[in-house]
Structures are given as structure tokens and as C-alpha cells.
T-cell receptor
Framework: AQSVTQLDSHVSVSEGTPVLLRCNYS??????LFWYVQHPNKGLQLLLK??????LVKGINGFEAEFKKSETSFHLTKPSAHMSDAAEYFC?????????????FGTGTQLKVEL | EPEVTQTPSHQVTQMGQEVILRCVPI?????FYWYRQILGQKVEFLVS????????KSEIFDDQFSVERPDGSNFTLKIRSTKLEDSAMYFC????????????FGPGTRLTVL
């Protein structure tokens, strides 16, 4: 079975400073990995997706993630945090099923952005 | 931009009652999913549905749960006899044809069982 581990349940940064949200994955084959974001009282929005085309993936709102097979990591970064980035972030791995695929979510990282 | 929609946004019910949560996936999508998120816990897969049948379900998805695509647009999750522990946010998701595995999520229905 595939799994993801988000290493920090809470991360706090100052506005304008870099963001690093850490994720490690476990997969028996080349995985599809995602980062989703959930703002308060909102649904899950796709930030970015890795599917082996390129190890550095760019997403929306200035976020990017780098797939490192040797470290089994898929950390999410942003050079400069904005107040609107405060939300919960989920690292997700996809596993194919008989029809479609099944997503396995990490436990989430709550990002707080302070002035 | 097309979106997955879910109704109602919040449902309150008494323990033992039946509830139906409704979802309208994006129109050309072929694969449909339900997930739930108990307050303070991670999002969990419940079921996937393709070609009018369940393709995979988790151990959470017991006989109390059922899914249906009653027409060409709606996708429903029914809980026959709700329990307190069914209180959660339920998310519907869909995937287009063509093999991409990106799932597009609806805003969720918060189910509260009293």
C-alpha cells in the first residue's frame, strides 16, 4: 500500500519569508503525487501534481515541489509567503484501481502566516 | 471553469435516520469518488465508481453506505442508518476520461449526526 507522511503538523512563517512543507512518500512503484490546499470552510483545491514528466513541478500561487526519488520526498516550497497562503496543505499519493484511482492523504500541515 | 458541486452544504440528522448526500460531477468526467474527513483527522477514501458500478471501496464503506448515479448528472452517497461517528465532512470528486488521475473535489457536505 502507498502512503505519505507529512513531517510537520503546524508550520508558522512570517509574511515574505520562504515556506517549506515536508512530505515523504512510500510507494512500490513510480507514484503520482499531489499537493492539495484547503482554506477554512472550503473544499480541496489542487496546487500541483507530479507524474514523472519533470522532477520540479510548478503549481498555482507560486508554489512548487521537487520529487526526489533517492530521498522519497516531495516537499512543497514557496519563496515568499503571503497572508492568503494560510491554510491546511495535504500531500497526496495516487494509486490506480480497477476504475480510476484512489487518493491517500497525509495528515495535513497547517500553515500559519504572520505579519 | 467547470466545478464539482455538492448539496446540501450542511446536513443535520438524528442518529438512525437515512441521509442522501448529492454531488454533481463535472459533466464530461467518468470516474467518481467519495471521501470523508472527520473533524481533526485526515481525508479518507470511501469509494470509487465507474461505468455504473463500484470499482473499489474502503473498509469504512460497509453495508450502511451505498452510491448511485441515478441519472446522467448526479452522484449520490446514501447512509442508511446514521451513527454518531458518521459525523464528518464528505467530499465528492471526479476525474475525466483519458487516464489522468487528477481528482477535482467539490466543496463538501458537513454531516452532523445528533
Amino acid at each position: 500500500a502507498q502512503s505519505v507522511t507529512q513531517l510537520d503538523s503546524h508550520v508558522s512563517v512570517s509574511e515574505g519569508t520562504p515556506v517549506l512543507l515536508r512530505c515523504n512518500y512510500s510507494s512500490s512503484y513510480s507514484p503520482s503525487l499531489f499537493w492539495y490546499v484547503q482554506h477554512p470552510n472550503k473544499g480541496l483545491q489542487l496546487l500541483l501534481k507530479y507524474t514523472s514528466a519533470a522532477t520540479l513541478v510548478k503549481g498555482i500561487n507560486g508554489f512548487e515541489a521537487e520529487f526526489k526519488k533517492s530521498e522519497t520526498s516531495f516537499h512543497l516550497t514557496k519563496p515568499s509567503a503571503h497572508m492568503s497562503d494560510a491554510a491546511e496543505y495535504f500531500c497526496v499519493v495516487s494509486e490506480p484501481t480497477g476504475g480510476g484511482n484512489k487518493l491517500t492523504f497525509g495528515t495535513g500541515t497547517q500553515l500559519k502566516v504572520e505579519l | 471553469e467547470p466545478e464539482v458541486t455538492q448539496t446540501p452544504s450542511h446536513q443535520v440528522t438524528q442518529m438512525g435516520q437515512e441521509v442522501i448526500l448529492r454531488c454533481v460531477p463535472i459533466s464530461n468526467h467518468l470516474y467518481f469518488y467519495w471521501y470523508r474527513q472527520i473533524l481533526g483527522q485526515k481525508v479518507e477514501f470511501l469509494v470509487s465508481f465507474y461505468n455504473n458500478e463500484i470499482s473499489e471501496k474502503s473498509e469504512i464503506f460497509d453495508d450502511q453506505f451505498s452510491v448511485e448515479r441515478p441519472d446522467g448528472s448526479n452522484f449520490t452517497l446514501k447512509i442508511r442508518s446514521t451513527k454518531l461517528e458518521d459525523s464528518a465532512m464528505y467530499f465528492c470528486a471526479s476525474t475525466p476520461m483519458g487516464g489522468t488521475d487528477t481528482q477535482y473535489f467539490g466543496p463538501g457536505t458537513r454531516l452532523t449526526v445528533l
